[in-house]
């Protein structure tokens, strides 16, 4: 029986089969909440919600849910999680860091499962990160303990990007790739044993962020895939077509939240600044106008060459707070790509400063751990950022696969990248020789922040 102050999930109105989407812990070494939403549950539960289902939502990375502490919130919403430390996994045994279960308490959550009334038609799990796969696994067990007969679903990073993992150890049917595909939405709909709906329009990039009550901050998600072929990254899998949002749609999303007091507002798009007269510079204009107070920020790194006089212009007078840029690296002149020159680098750093920019809004993302990758730049490159006045924030490299670069991590790793997903866990340092460890550690905290000796 619960508690009869427990707060309670509840199911949106609707006639046709209840489904519950849930986001579930993050299993790892170290977890900060920079505006976490999970963006392919949000899409899923929308569209799904549109076709005539009732929808909840069981976020366990929510800060505003239950009644538990949370820790001091940080700058614009962001902020540390509750954690529990739990037993490090057999195949990490080997490092010398706590292990813990971040967000909301293991209990609470059963708890507020096991009061759901109606009981679901299906439950859909997300899954981001491929070596956050425990708590995903946790949560698929927990259902299939309260409803056994309910159809479960995996989707997400881990279900499309470690399929032959997934179909080992989830108790789930698995949903690679984005929903909206056609046989997707269709096999989905089959297995809870209901008429196949017409896909609505905006899927994909409509989400159902009203299902979190009372909202200390929101996101902005104006495309989905990206149009560029980085080596480490794995986009083109998960979303092999680049699509960008109508801005009218994507306006009155915004002015959804922010009419329920939202004013932090990050941008989830992983290629923001690409073909911005689709729909950024109508967006912008729009909230320049009539959302002077709102505040925007960009925890994906926006891509340097396209700060332009007038992109950044335009960003600052919309209310751009936290600007994150991707350098990846200084060593212009041996680079595997054309993406970034030295000039380009130097005049988006200038245009940010003269568009009004402080230099504590500016952190800049430097590539750390790639296979063969030699340090000595990446110290070289934490030098020049801090000659700028910028902050520097190394990217530690994750080793993730269907991106281009994962067969060469797996030849350089002393770790099984491909048998468990693991050892992709960046906060090993998977492929940096002799692997993580703390003096390593706190010599690159001391350089980041200046310090010498």
């Given at each position: 029986?619960?508690?009869?102050?427990?707060?309670?999930?509840?199911?949106?109105?609707?006639?046709?089969?209840?489904?519950?989407?849930?986001?579930?812990?993050?299993?790892?070494?170290?977890?900060?909440?920079?505006?976490?939403?999970?963006?392919?549950?949000?899409?899923?539960?929308?569209?799904v919600?549109?076709?005539?289902?009732?929808v909840?939502?069981?976020?366990c990375?929510?800060?505003?849910?239950?009644?538990?502490?949370w820790?001091?919130?940080?700058?614009?919403?962001?902020?540390?999680?509750?954690?529990?430390?739990?037993?490090?996994?057999?195949?990490?045994?080997?490092?010398?860091?706590?292990?813990?279960?971040?967000?909301?308490?293991?209990?609470?959550?059963?708890?507020?499962?096991?009061?759901?009334?109606?009981?679901?038609?299906?439950?859909?799990?997300?899954?981001?990160?491929?070596?956050?796969?425990?708590?995903?696994?946790?949560?698929?067990?927990?259902?299939?303990?309260?409803?056994?007969?309910?159809?479960?679903?995996?989707?997400?990073?881990?279900?499309?990007?470690?399929?032959d993992h997934?179909?080992?150890?989830?108790?789930?049917?698995?949903q690679?790739?984005?929903?909206?595909?056609?046989?997707?939405?269709?096999?989905?709909?089959?297995?809870?044993?209901?008429?196949?709906?017409?896909?609505?329009?905006?899927?994909?990039?409509?989400?159902?962020?009203?299902?979190?009550?009372?909202?200390?901050?929101?996101?902005?998600?104006?495309?989905?895939?990206?149009?560029?072929?980085?080596?480490?990254?794995?986009?083109?899998?998960?979303?092999?077509?680049f699509?960008?949002?109508s801005?009218n749609?994507?306006?009155?999303?915004?002015?959804?939240?922010?009419?329920?007091?939202?004013r932090?507002f990050?941008?989830?798009?992983?290629?923001?600044?690409?073909n911005?007269?689709?729909?950024?510079?109508?967006?912008?204009?729009?909230?320049?106008?009539?959302?002077?107070?709102?505040?925007?920020?960009?925890?994906?790194?926006?891509?340097?060459?396209?700060?332009t006089?007038?992109?950044?212009?335009r960003?600052?007078?919309?209310?751009?707070?936290?600007?994150r840029?991707g350098?990846?690296?200084?060593?212009?002149?041996?680079?595997?790509?054309?993406?970034?020159?030295?000039?380009e680098?130097?005049?988006?750093?200038?245009?940010?400063?003269?568009?009004?920019?402080d230099?504590?809004?500016?952190?800049?993302?430097?590539?750390?751990?790639?296979?063969?990758?030699?340090?000595?730049?990446?110290?070289?490159?934490?030098e020049?950022?801090?000659?700028?006045?910028?902050?520097?924030?190394?990217?530690?490299?994750?080793?993730?696969?269907?991106?281009?670069?994962?067969?060469?991590?797996?030849?350089?790793?002393?770790?099984p990248?491909?048998?468990?997903?693991?050892?992709?866990?960046?906060?090993?340092?998977?492929?940096?020789?002799?692997?993580?460890?703390?003096?390593?550690?706190?010599?690159?905290?001391?350089?980041?922040?200046?310090?010498?000796?």
């Open positions: 029986m619960t508690r009869p102050d427990f707060p309670h999930i509840l199911w949106t109105e609707g006639n046709g089969p209840r489904i519950l989407g849930i986001n579930p812990w993050i299993h790892d070494f170290a977890a900060f909440n920079v505006w976490s939403r999970p963006v392919g549950l949000l899409a899923c539960l929308d569209m919600r549109k076709a005539g289902a009732s909840a939502l069981m976020d990375l929510n800060p505003t849910w239950g009644d538990v502490h820790p001091k919130p940080g700058k614009y919403g962001t902020g540390h999680y509750p954690k529990e430390e739990i037993p490090l996994p057999e195949q990490l045994s080997f490092m010398d860091r706590r292990f813990s279960r971040y967000g909301l308490p293991h209990e609470q959550i059963r708890e507020a499962l096991t009061a759901l009334d109606p009981k679901p038609d299906a439950v859909m799990v997300s899954s981001i990160m491929t070596y956050w796969y425990p708590g995903a696994l946790d949560v698929l067990d927990m259902a299939a303990e309260l409803w056994p007969d309910t159809p479960r679903f995996l989707g997400g990073g881990y279900a499309s990007l470690c399929a997934a179909k080992k150890h989830a108790n789930a049917h698995l690679q790739g984005p929903l909206e595909r056609s046989d997707n939405w269709a096999d989905f709909w089959s297995r809870i044993n209901s008429s196949i709906p017409q896909l609505p329009d905006n899927a994909g990039l409509s989400l159902a962020l009203d299902l979190y009550e009372d909202p200390s901050y929101s996101i902005i998600l104006g495309s989905r895939g990206c149009p560029f072929s980085c080596e480490y990254c794995a986009s083109h899998a998960l979303y092999p077509n699509c960008q949002g801005p749609a994507i306006m009155r999303s915004i002015q959804s939240e922010y009419d329920r007091g939202v932090d990050s941008f989830y798009d992983d290629a923001l600044l690409v911005p007269k689709q729909w950024l510079w109508p967006v912008l204009d729009q909230i320049t106008e009539h959302a002077p107070d709102l505040r925007l920020h960009t925890p994906n790194a926006m891509h340097i060459r396209r700060l006089p007038e992109v950044c212009t960003l600052k007078a919309a209310g751009l707070h936290t600007v840029l350098l990846e690296t200084t060593d212009f002149d041996h680079r595997n790509d054309v993406k970034l020159t030295r000039e680098w130097e005049s988006g750093a200038r245009n940010l400063l003269d568009a009004g920019f230099l504590d809004d500016i952190g800049v993302y430097i590539l750390f751990g790639l296979p063969n990758q030699d340090l000595d730049n990446v110290a070289h490159a934490v020049h950022v801090r000659a700028f006045g910028f902050r520097p924030h190394l990217a530690y490299y994750t080793p993730i696969p269907g991106s281009p670069m994962f067969e060469t991590a797996c030849a350089a790793s002393p770790y990248l491909a048998n468990d997903p693991l050892f992709q866990n960046n906060s090993i340092w998977p492929c940096v020789p002799g692997g993580f460890n703390w003096e390593e550690a706190r010599k690159w905290k001391r350089l980041l922040h200046g310090e010498t000796g």
